[in-house]
């Protein structure tokens, strides 16, 4: 919804060096170059031009991640079924032959994907890269998230009670439980009805979880309650290992942004950089506005008419418009923003209530009366300064990515007339 800015030399330094770090130990960069052989053959280097290393693409704009991104995909990705599979002739090849794959051979390809992922492993660097976002927390002005704008990205929330995973499995609520498990068949009655005195009786006794399970839902806690925030990966790190490590590939957003509505979808396939707030050009502000709509919209000549039908969330819409045709519609959707905004109307129809007590006539009566002198300047200062105390601060001064709901307030006020 934001643009987030990441150039600040001094961090982009740490993040770079934090990387060099890890690929110039153990002999990981010759390592991944002769895998990348094995899985993929002498063309491997068609994403990277001459000389680039592995490590460079860490600080890499965006606009060339994409790039990378779109070669990686014409090259090496195969979709099947909804589904992206490395090696892509081969594939292609057998999939004409065989029409469909038998699961094992899918399995292969699989395989191939977690050789490959195995060699960009975000989740061993993340703590360091967190800790890192943390340290520069105020240079990056780390406040709201950077897709929608609701949620503070630094808020603590309701996991932060428990002191470790034993003690969540044995103290969370049913509402927590079902929330970190989701879908995964877990019973979590059988959760409830258990006492688990260490994690290896967890593991023991909660079937269909497993070790791997209980090490990600450790990293998940982790998350939740010391970072505050989630990074997202824009390109997906699943679909597109090489890029799991790029700082201009990660957005600081609220949990429900990243978990639970992009999750691995495939922006890429729709060719935008425009999308990512990571990009030099994101500009989704000047290009959406919130919008209220009524039921008989056109029915009302101005908009004085218009709010004087409005007494309730009931009798209005929020919508995002699009000034003209945009890339934005597609992130507006990935998002589900219309939809997650539905919730918000209350502050719209704070705003619209406001705006009918306090008409611009009665703000300068105000002003008559309280101005001491009859200087027109003065007086504009005073009705300004009044506005904002009426409609609050936020709506008029300071940018949209310091307080929740901020776009949504600012577009309402321009659409209503109070700025
Ligand atoms: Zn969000």
Redesign the pocket.
């Known amino acids: 919804?934001y643009k987030i800015n990441y150039d600040n030399s001094e961090f982009i330094n740490e993040f770079q060096n934090l990387v060099v770090d890890y690929f110039n130990k153990e002999n990981r960069l010759n390592k991944i170059e002769s895998t990348f052989k094995k899985l993929f053959g002498k063309s491997y280097t068609i994403c990277y031009s001459v000389g680039t290393n592995f490590y460079d693409t860490a600080i890499y704009k965006f606009d060339q991640l994409i790039n990378i991104a779109e070669q990686f995909n014409n090259k090496f990705l195969y979709e099947f079924d909804g589904e992206f599979y490395f090696d892509f002739r081969h594939i292609k090849r057998l999939s004409k032959v065989h029409k469909k794959f038998s699961p094992s051979e899918l399995k292969k390809y699989n395989r191939k994907k977690e050789r490959l992922r195995a060699l960009f492993p975000y989740s061993s660097l993340q703590p360091m890269i967190a800790k890192l976002f943390r340290k520069y927390k105020n240079e990056l002005k780390l406040s709201?998230?950077?897709?929608?704008?609701?949620?503070y990205?630094n808020s603590f929330n309701s996991y932060s009670e428990y002191k470790d995973i034993v003690d969540f499995f044995n103290n969370a609520s049913r509402d927590e439980l079902i929330t970190m498990f989701g879908d995964k068949k877990i019973n979590i009655d059988n959760i409830k009805n258990s006492f688990f005195s260490s994690e290896s009786d967890i593991v023991k006794n909660t079937y269909n979880l497993g070790k791997e399970g209980l090490k990600k839902l450790k990293n998940d806690l982790y998350l939740h309650t010391h970072d505050h925030f989630t990074l997202d990966h824009f390109i997906d790190k699943g679909t597109f290992p090489i890029l799991a490590l790029s700082l201009y590939n990660l957005v600081p957003?609220?949990?429900?942004?990243?978990s639970k509505l992009k999750k691995e979808k495939n922006l890429i396939k729709n060719n935008s950089s425009l999308l990512s707030p990571t990009d030099d050009n994101f500009d989704f502000d000047s290009h959406v506005k919130f919008k209220m709509f009524m039921e008989h919209d056109r029915k009302y000549i101005n908009t004085e008419q218009k709010i004087s039908q409005i007494n309730s969330e009931k009798d209005f819409i929020i919508k995002l418009t699009e000034k003209s045709y945009s890339a934005y519609g597609e992130f507006i959707r990935c998002?589900k923003l219309e939809g997650r905004y539905q919730f918000h109307k209350k502050t719209a129809l704070d705003l619209i209530d406001k705006r009918k007590s306090y008409p611009d006539k009665h703000i300068y009566d105000m002003v008559k009366v309280l101005s001491t002198s009859n200087d027109p300047i003065e007086e504009k200062k005073l009705f300004d300064m009044l506005k904002r105390d009426i409609y609050g601060k936020e709506v008029f001064d300071g940018e949209i990515k310091d307080v929740p709901l901020t776009k949504l307030k600012r577009d309402i006020a321009e659409n209503i007339g109070i700025k």
Not at 144 to 151: A, G, M, R
Not at 253 to 258: H, I
Request: aromatic share 24%; hydrophobic share 30%; proline share 0%.
């Open positions: 919804m709201t998230c950077f897709y929608c704008n609701i949620d990205i957003s609220c949990y429900t942004c990243n998002f």
